[in-house]
């Protein structure tokens, strides 16, 4: 069974004619390229302050800082400095972006106001019967794909996947797994896992984290004989030796990892690939909605973006306007499906 990875994408009426500052985009989650033509960077920038007015664009990285979703705001904050100036980023941790995401809605109509967000928000909303959705707010873009690494301490007796595979089918339960937050991309791998050898999802030990450095903790104490953890992520503890990589669950290897093998090499037919994009609230006016968009489609063109890419090791998946809008609700009911499969929903 493939997990979150090619999700359908529909375009919704309405919107696609009102847009001149996007001529063409094509994106998908599993081929990530884009073709946008967007105006000059400096008209970019008059539009946006236009909406803005003396406010200054604040970023929400919904989790705590380190993780996925703080890496790419930051990166956003310095691909940004070139066309809008100084932004500020801040963190509000807890329950898979979640808690940032209910003070997030009560951001209604403020432009200047901006979240990161993904594929791991949208699990954590159905495993934590939070109250809000993605639906409270106004979806702009998506950015980037990033694949998931399973890894042990670097002293572990645990070597490859047909030794984990083993240790799941003799006693699931027995394989804990660290991972991030309930609900998150990397629960619902371990609960496709579990699925892909047989095992039951729902007796999975899965121990849930707010962050990367709370996760890697736990499988450097032997607490966890495996740890799940995004590329960008895990890499420099890869590179470093505290950890061993021992599968990716992309469908083909990753450059960046080029000597680890993914999971259907070894039989286990589990491909997830997280995604995370940006939002604004609920409320803000078309003029300012198309604003944003365009900046962010034309923050993706800087250099220093690019590079963030290449250094981080994520794949571009630039969507925007109403395709990333259909985008995200057709993530909505995909990941709900997923959960109540695994036993998670």
Excluded: K
Excluded at 29 to 51: M, R
Excluded at 90 to 99: D, Q
Excluded at 135 to 150: C, G, K, S
Excluded at 302 to 313: F, I, K, N, V
């Amino acid at each position: 069974m493939q997990s979150p990875g090619a999700a359908q994408e529909r375009g919704p009426t309405g919107r696609g004619s009102r847009r001149s500052g996007v001529v063409a985009l094509v994106a998908a989650v599993a081929a990530t390229a884009a073709v946008v033509l967007t105006a000059p960077a400096d008209e970019q920038g008059a539009a946006v302050q236009d909406v803005l007015g003396e406010e200054q664009l604040r970023i929400m990285a919904p989790a705590s800082p380190g993780g996925g979703w703080d890496q790419t705001s930051r990166e956003m904050q310095a691909a940004l400095r070139e066309l809008v100036g100084r932004t500020e980023v801040y963190n509000v941790s807890g329950a898979g972006g979640t808690i940032g995401l209910s003070q997030f809605v009560r951001r209604t109509g403020d432009p200047s106001e901006l979240m990161t967000t993904g594929l791991i928000m949208i699990g954590a909303v159905t495993a934590n019967g939070s109250p809000h959705s993605l639906d409270d707010t106004t979806p702009l873009v998506r950015l980037t794909t990033d694949h998931q690494v399973v890894v042990v301490a670097a002293d572990s007796p645990l070597t490859d996947v047909p030794g984990l595979v083993a240790a799941m089918q003799a006693d699931i339960a027995g394989v804990s797994i660290a991972g991030g937050s309930a609900g998150g991309a990397e629960q619902i791998m371990a609960g496709l896992l579990a699925q892909a050898v047989g095992a039951d999802p729902a007796q999975v030990s899965y121990v849930a984290h707010s962050g990367g450095g709370e996760a890697l903790s736990t499988v450097l104490s032997g607490r966890a004989t495996i740890g799940i953890f995004g590329l960008s992520e895990i890499q420099p503890q890869i590179e470093a030796g505290t950890v061993r990589a021992i599968a990716v669950s992309s469908g083909e290897r990753l450059p960046a990892l080029p000597d680890v093998p993914t999971l259907p090499e070894a039989g286990l037919d589990v491909v997830v690939e997280n995604w995370r994009g940006v939002v604004a609230p609920a409320g803000i006016s078309t003029e300012q909605e198309l604003a944003l968009e365009d900046l962010l489609v034309e923050m993706t063109r800087t250099e220093s973006w690019r590079a963030a890419l290449a250094d981080r090791g994520w794949g571009d998946a630039l969507l925007a306007g109403p395709e990333f809008e259909e985008f995200v609700r057709s993530e909505q009911d995909r990941v709900s499906r997923v959960l109540a499969e695994i036993g998670l929903g």
